[in-house]
């Protein structure tokens, strides 16, 4: 194992979810408890943990409970991540998607060899209309934990809140939806091979897209911020549909350009239900046009623009564009549910509250600061207020949203 400098590094850039640990004082008893739990998971099913041939020129990242976050790190093969990882117990692991020569050095005396193109998609970026009532409300003045989402506190008034996600089935089939329409467009307009493509839950309230393709692989991040301004469709011009729209909303034929119905064009066509003739524009495609416009009460622009919106996809740029990013690991826990990031060689079957939930079905005490129901490993559990005795994988989901604490039994 090799460390840059000191024993860990002090992270500089953090991680895209990084949430320090709500109580990370040092006999904080939901740290320690959930600290030994996630240590007898990664002794016992450390063979789930996922890497690749080339983990040596990968940087690593510790995110531990006393709150503190470390990267830089490398290791040598699984054996040496697996023996720091029980040693040290981090809430959370990291690995960059870059490839370095020398990965424990600081940022920019790294060597870059290059990155997999990854992408996220994450729930609260679909503004879902049930997450406004599954979700919680923490309030960081008065403590205070309420059912659904709002935007003060409604015992202190405070506007100093915290969400707590709690996605439902719902989040998760939306969230799909936006996997397969990132899929899709992968495949179709760029070429990607579909079995190049790797899907992984993020075990929280969103997915991993990993692409391992030669053709992005030395790409740098302004031809990766172009390839994501393409998936968010930002920037699409009227014209590529064949005419053109002048101040006064009026149309203007392009009538000497051939228009292939490809990648966007073909999208929106498709949901004008337009075809065009000879790839060109002709009179049948005008009155088309001209009908949706004079039967519509929006103006022709805010309508394409609101399909375009629809037919988007719904990543995080940032995530993308970022080359010396480092990800949660694929395999490990996810400190903000206790829910594992899970390889899904089945997308459609998926369920993230049966397959992501760790091994640990012992019964422990938990005081619940909130009413709730849970549905974990294909049973529901009703949580009461207060004490309640629940399977510890339940528990650990409670106490890592931070809605519970353990009962320690004296």
């Not at 920019?108 to 990854?118: A, E, P």
């Not at 692989?217 to 968010?232: D, M, V």
């Amino acid at each position: 194992m090799i460390l840059a400098s000191s024993p860990f590094d002090e992270l500089k850039d953090q991680p895209k979810d990084s949430v320090k640990y709500p109580s990370s004082a040092p006999n904080d008893i939901n740290k320690i408890w959930l600290e030994r739990v996630f240590r007898k998971h990664y002794f016992n099913y450390s063979s789930t943990i996922e890497l690749d041939e080339y983990m040596s020129q990968r940087e690593f990242g510790f995110r531990l409970f006393d709150g503190h976050v470390r990267r830089h790190l490398n290791f040598n093969n699984k054996n040496e991540l697996i023996a720091s990882i029980i040693k040290y117990s981090p809430s959370d692991v990291f690995c960059s998607s870059s490839r370095y020569q020398n990965p424990s050095a600081s940022i920019d005396q790294k060597s870059w060899i290059g990155s997999d193109l990854i992408f996220d998609i994450d729930g609260k970026d679909l503004h879902l209309e049930c997450a406004k009532i599954h979700n919680l409300t923490y309030c960081k003045n008065c403590k205070l934990i309420t059912n659904e989402v709002n935007s003060n506190c409604i015992g202190c008034k405070s506007n100093l809140i915290q969400i707590i996600e709690i996605p439902c089935h719902k989040c998760i089939k939306n969230l799909k939806l936006e996997v397969k329409k990132l899929i899709e467009i992968l495949c179709d307009d760029f070429g990607i091979d579909n079995n190049s493509i790797s899907i992984y839950f993020s075990g929280n309230n969103g997915f991993h897209i990993h692409v391992n393709d030669n053709k992005f692989f030395s790409s740098n991040s302004i031809k990766r911020s172009a390839l994501t301004q393409y998936l968010l469709g930002r920037g699409y011009l009227t014209d590529n549909l064949g005419f053109r729209l002048d101040s006064s909303n009026k149309i203007t034929i392009l009538s000497n350009k051939i228009l292939y119905n490809v990648g966007w064009r073909a999208r929106l066509m498709k949901q004008f239900h337009l075809q065009l003739k000879n790839h060109r524009v002709d009179d049948k495609f005008i009155k088309k046009i001209n009908y949706i416009k004079e039967t519509s009460k929006f103006d022709l622009l805010n309508i394409i623009n609101t399909q375009i919106e629809k037919l988007s996809v719904k990543i995080d740029p940032n995530v993308t564009i970022d080359t010396h990013r480092i990800f949660r690991l694929a395999g490990t826990i996810n400190s903000k549910s206790g829910l594992i990031k899970f390889h899904c060689t089945d997308l459609e079957s998926f369920n993230p509250f049966d397959d992501a939930c760790i091994n640990a079905d012992s019964v422990v005490e938990i005081n619940s600061k909130i009413e709730m129901k849970l549905f974990l490993k294909g049973t529901s559990y009703r949580v009461k207020l207060g004490i309640n005795s629940i399977p510890e994988f339940v528990a650990v989901y409670i106490i890592s949203k931070g809605i519970g604490d353990i009962c320690i039994q004296k």
